[in-house]
């Protein structure tokens, strides 16, 4: 696959909520649904890494379906709400960057 932007992302999205009728969903609903996702992801990186094995009869799912679940409501939420997430991005990075930039220990990459 191809690489793209956050902006060719939200308007892949776009398009393809738009060819229903029904559109995105209500915010509380957006939210909603999120949360459920997060559960999920929740739940494989516990299957994974935690102590709690997954049963003979779960779905075979994945962390990265997972991430990919959120990523899509995250991109609908965002479109639904005007938002560009680039900019928005951009300004949470400026954010760690400014506010946070002495907070953790940077990792030495001077050379010898």
Same mark, same amino acid.
């Given at each position: *696959? &191809? +690489? ?9 999205? #776009? $398009?393809?909520?738009?060819?229903? =009728? ?11 649904? *999120? &949360? +459920? ?9 516990? #299957? $994974?890494?935690?102590?709690?094995? =997954? ?58």
């Amino acid at each position: *696959m &191809s +690489e793209r932007s956050l902006h060719e992302l939200q308007q892949e999205v #776009h $398009q393809y909520i738009s060819q229903f =009728k029904e559109g995105y969903f209500s915010p509380l609903s957006m939210m909603a649904r *999120m &949360s +459920e996702e997060v559960g999920e992801l929740a739940r494989e990186v516990n #299957h $994974q890494f935690g102590e709690k094995p =997954k049963k003979s009869t779960e779905a075979d799912n994945s962390i990265e379906m997972e991430l990919g679940d959120i990523l899509f409501i995250t991109i609908c939420f965002a479109n639904s709400l005007g938002i560009d997430l680039t900019e928005a991005h951009d300004k949470v990075m400026h954010k760690f960057n400014t506010r946070d930039a002495d907070r953790w220990t940077k990792v030495n990459t001077e050379s010898p």
